[in-house]
């Protein structure tokens, strides 16, 4: 079995500061074929949760990540991938952006495992989504308003209004975030047990879990309403 996966590719979405790490992780575990992207590019201010060190400020993250890493790193935003992989790690802060995700993962059938964290990194959420098995992404859309916008909504005219805005958290935190996601993807690959689709591990003593299996699915990715009618 370890060959077997040692021969997978896994996309990574977003080399930020979960990003990052989970692509350093995989790399490291032995992931046959890792594609990384991302449009920014890293700042100074990024350096306290981030993989990658001053001497790559100023470059394009995946980019600079997938030298390091010794795989391709694609400089943009989430488009179509070159290639299918068997496994996406979407990392992105922006709810525009996953859904893009969700769309193209349900599209070709390729399982996505979402991994971010709440606030200042005190709870990690991990959705794990495999076409027709699971909830997809969208059965678990957020209600509530959208998040409080950060300075760059005033002066950016190309401004993701549902990007969440950074907060100040731990790296260590995070770490524990992509801990988690990886071990989720490994999930996927047969590696290691599955985790349940949602996933909900407080970053703080004594790290409390709760998982979550959602039975009535959505209109995206079931034609069956009946769940659907019955929450009218
Ligand atoms: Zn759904």
Redesign the pocket.
């Given at each position: 079995m370890e060959n077997e996966w040692k021969s997978k590719h896994v996309a990574v979405i977003g080399v930020g500061s979960v990003g990052s790490a989970v692509a350093d992780m995989l790399a490291r575990a032995g992931v046959g074929r890792l594609t990384l992207v991302d449009p920014d590019v890293l700042s100074e201010d990024n350096l306290k949760r981030h993989v990658l060190t001053r001497e790559s400020v100023g470059r394009n993250k995946a980019e600079a990540m997938a030298e390091r890493l010794g795989c391709t790193g694609i400089p943009g935003k989430f488009a179509a991938l070159p290639e299918l992989p068997d496994v996406i790690a979407s990392c992105v802060d922006s709810l525009v952006c996953e859904s893009q995700i969700s769309a193209y993962s349900l599209e070709n059938n390729v399982p996505v495992v979402y991994g971010g964290v709440h606030g200042d990194a005190h709870t990690a959420e991990i959705i794990t989504v495999i076409p027709g098995v699971t909830?997809?992404?969208?059965?678990y859309e957020r209600v509530g308003e959208l998040p409080t916008p950060g300075q760059e909504a005033y002066t950016d005219p190309n401004y993701d209004k549902t990007k969440m805005p950074s907060q100040p958290g731990l790296w260590v935190d995070v770490l524990m975030a992509a801990s988690l996601q990886v071990q989720a993807v490994l999930g996927v690959l047969g590696v290691r047990e599955r985790m349940a689709p949602l996933v909900l591990m407080s970053l703080r003593y004594p790290f409390k879990t709760e998982a979550y299996s959602q039975k009535e699915?959505?209109?995206?990715?079931?034609e069956n309403m009946e769940g659907l009618w019955k929450s009218i």
């Open positions: 909830p997809c992404y969208e059965c699915r959505c209109a995206v990715c079931s």
